[in-house]
């Protein structure tokens, strides 16, 4: 059956992506009640939040990890901050001894030590923390929560206690202490902000290997998801065009599969996207697909193997482009829709009529351009 075998190829290369994108991971610190949580699922999104405590990164240890998807949390359990710091400390240069020859989404890559923007303090234990913990080698960012802001200005006692945190002179990230609010409150009409700066921060120093991985487990910059799933594209495209270049004894648009697959992979994975969904999906869109590109191009054979042949067998490298660009394209838009639920359910599962649709019309669209200016 064509739609298994899809399915089967298409979960291969999903978690084929999936390992190659890897783990961000990040620890949280600060103390109890600073928001921490809310912080973190703001950037990252609720679904963390449902996670809990994670397992122990060693055996007897009181730092958890918790995994979800591309990203890693770790955090404190049963730790006081203030009172237990040098355990703290010592179970953080543990972790890191063990990790430092793994692979890089094993290890800790940022630091966020969070203080409440209305304690008014900032506690010599606390400046000490963030001293060793930038000598583990850890970037760390000092954020600032629930901070009031009005057309004013950010609240009076809390630009006062981040001016205390600077005098400090801590080895922190440039731009330290950032302002956050990361939950709207209805109550006061106080929105929320702050959120993409710490976000920009942790890319800057975050290492570059991990970067996909942070791209896909953040959700409040769309335009990095965007902006990296055009480079999956433009890469593939011109796979697709090497590959078709080649002469082989066996047609090239087979070859086109694990490339076009792979690329469908990795979008789906950056806009976090589950499998069982992301295959109704890729299914609808890759019917779509090669009933489209049979209209399109004359003669080009359907991506599901036994659907088609073309005579001569071979396929040009750049209409093998052409087509992976547009399907690359559309399905980008697919996901996007699919990532802030524009895609409603028939009998509780997904609307593949509204998928094979929607891809439809941007993959139509995406071939018209992408022949004209090929031509």
């Not at 400046?127 to 930038?134: F, G, I, M, T």
């Amino acid at each position: 059956m064509a739609g298994d075998w899809l399915k089967d190829s298409f979960r291969e290369r999903y978690d084929q992506e999936s390992e190659a994108i890897g783990r961000f991971n990040l620890a949280v610190f600060g103390k109890t009640g600073v928001g921490k949580s809310t912080l973190v699922n703001a950037i990252f999104g609720e679904e963390v939040a449902k996670v809990g405590i994670g397992e122990p990164v060693t055996q007897g240890s009181h730092l958890y990890l918790d995994k979800v998807g591309s990203l890693g949390i770790v955090d404190t359990q049963g730790l006081e901050i203030g009172v237990d710091d040098k355990k703290i400390i010592d179970e953080m240069q543990k972790m890191i001894n063990r990790t430092r020859k793994l692979p890089l989404s094993e290890q800790v890559h940022v630091a966020w030590y969070c203080v409440r923007g209305m304690d008014r303090r900032f506690e010599d234990t606390e400046a000490e923390l963030v001293r060793r913990l930038d000598e583990l080698g850890l970037p760390v960012i000092i954020v600032m929560t629930q901070v009031p802001r009005n057309e004013m200005g950010f609240h009076p006692d809390a630009v006062a206690l981040a001016e205390l945190i600077r005098q400090r002179h801590l080895p922190v990230v440039p731009g330290s202490p950032f302002f956050t609010y990361a939950k709207p409150d209805e109550w006061t009409q106080q929105r929320a902000y702050g959120l993409r700066e710490v976000l920009d921060a942790t890319f800057r120093v975050a290492p570059e290997g991990v970067h996909g991985a942070l791209v896909a487990a953040q959700e409040i910059d769309h335009s990095r998801k965007a902006s990296e799933a055009q480079k999956v594209i433009a890469a593939a495209a011109s796979s697709a065009a090497a590959s078709a270049a080649v002469p082989v004894p066996f047609s090239d648009a087979v070859m086109l599969v694990p490339i076009q697959l792979g690329m469908m992979a990795k979008i789906a994975q950056l806009y976090k996207i589950k499998f069982d969904r992301a295959a109704l999906m890729a299914i609808a869109s890759t019917t779509a697909a090669t009933q489209a590109g049979r209209a399109t191009f004359t003669g080009l054979l359907k991506l599901v193997p036994g659907a088609g042949t073309i005579a001569g067998g071979l396929i040009g490298a750049g209409v093998a482009s052409t087509y992976t660009y547009a399907m690359g394209q559309a399905w980008l838009a697919v996901c996007q829709r699919a990532a802030t639920g524009s895609f409603g359910k028939v009998g509780g599962v997904l609307d593949t009529d509204a998928v094979r649709e929607a891809f439809t019309e941007e993959f139509k669209k995406r071939l018209k351009i992408r022949s004209k200016t090929s031509a």
